[in-house]
């Protein structure tokens, strides 16, 4: 496969070779660059560019590239090469098995965020719960995920997804759409100040992130996440704190609230809610065993 150099630009020329060796080349220009997942970055940018799925691009590995296939997939390509994640490129993530579409207003779904589901579920099984007409309510819903993920598994439960983007939340009514999801539903407020209550179970992934650590972020988040979803105020702990105020006017006397945590926060948030008149659980870490989610409930 000949490269030629175009200013600041690369351009396939000549010998564009086959669909192999375009996955091999681009893989080793993602490993060249510190990239955590080459093989499997060029293989799914490849298959998107050329819309072939697992098999049939495995299937196509010998097939000679066009000249217009080559150019589209180095496209694709020179943006992961500028710290694009794949997801924003591809436009969707799975989340818990669901297919998840995504833009430039919401998130990328991480696998650690999966925790709050698993907990949230481990709460109401504990209860016996899962049969039951529940409400749920997801402040900061982005993409919708943890909602979705949770309607998914709870068929007689229904809920709310909120944000403070409009965008947003365009995303999250399209995903709970195309997934067949409509006992949701979404309002566009700061956390959960367009709320009432009382709710039997409310998560929230909300922006944690100290405004001073926010330029140190790995560029994938720092330049492609939005602002506001990653911005938690001086300390992280602004919309820990609104989630707070607002806990003891949306829980249900059995209610559970479940929130994501910044890496070394759970001691902090676990102080904010306990003041609030939350009882607090011990923390549930994620599979790097990072304290993730922070479960808590009303004082009996």
Known sequence: MALVA???????????????AARRYWASEFRARGMESPELDARLLVGHALRLGHVALAAADARRLGTEEAMAIAGLARRRLAHEPVARILGAKEFWSLPLRIDASTLVPRPETETIVEAALAAIDAAGLRSRP????????????????????LPNASGVGTDISTAALAVARA???????????????????????????????????????????????RDFDPLVALDGGADGLDRYRA????????????????????????????????????????????????????LARMMP
């Not at 829980?251 to 559970?256: D, K, V």
């Not at 904010?272 to 939350?278: C, K, Q, R, T």
């Open 6 to 20: 175009d200013g600041s630009n690369r351009a396939i020329m000549g010998n564009v070779g086959s669909v192999g």
């Open 134 to 153: 529940l409400r749920v309510a997801d402040l900061g819903t982005g993409s919708g995920a943890i909602l979705l993920a949770l309607l998914s598994e």
């Open 175 to 221: 995903n709970a759409m195309r997934l067949g999801l409509r006992r949701a539903r979404f309002v566009a407020c700061d956390m959960a100040a367009g709320l009432r209550g009382p709710f039997d179970l409310i998560v929230s992934n909300p922006p944690y992130i100290p405004t001073a650590e926010i330029d140190a972020l790995a560029p994938e988040v």
């Open 243 to 294: 989630i707070a105020a607002a806990a003891a006017s949306l829980l249900s006397s059995s209610g559970a609230l479940i929130v994501e945590l910044g890496a070394g926060q759970a001691p902090a948030v676990g102080a904010l809610f306990a003041a609030a008149g939350l009882a607090i659980a011990p923390p549930r870490a994620d599979l790097d065993n990072v304290a993730r989610v922070l």
